[in-house]
């Protein structure tokens, strides 16, 4: 697997949740330093090496130097990405937060497609 040149993450262009959190990580990224691409564009991908099923589990972030990460333990380094909400990221090491946002990504990822229901372009 070739790390990518820029910051990119996988994440299910089918889900209105998933796509929601991209359009607000669009926003945020105002030097446009992130690549998104849905986990059902095989092409693109197929470059990474990740499996299929856990692409369709979580989101995933690759980073430039080779490191992955997914689910919650992704919105860490998200935030690094961006000047403005840089700050929050140390709020992920305060002994708990991780483990509950593990939690919470894990209870939303499981009924995501339950969940889009009346969310604008699902």
């Known amino acids: ?30 030097e446009h330093v992130l690549r998104f691409v849905p986990f059902q564009d095989a092409a693109r991908v197929a470059r990474f090496g990740i499996a299929l099923p856990a692409l369709a589990a979580a989101m995933h972030l690759i980073l430039p130097d080779g490191r992955v990460y997914a689910g919650a333990d992704a919105v860490p380094e998200l935030l690094r990405l961006f000047p403005g909400k840089r700050w929050l990221a140390p709020l ?10 593990r939690r919470i990504y894990a209870w939303i990822a499981l009924r995501r497609r339950c969940l889009v229901r009346g969310i604008p372009g699902r």
């Open 1 to 30: 697997m070739a790390p990518p040149t820029d910051p990119t993450l996988i994440y299910d262009g089918e889900c209105g949740i998933c796509r929601q959190a991209v359009a607000l990580l669009e926003r945020w990224d105002r």
């Open 92 to 101: 992920f090491r305060v002994p708990g937060v991780l483990r509950l946002a």
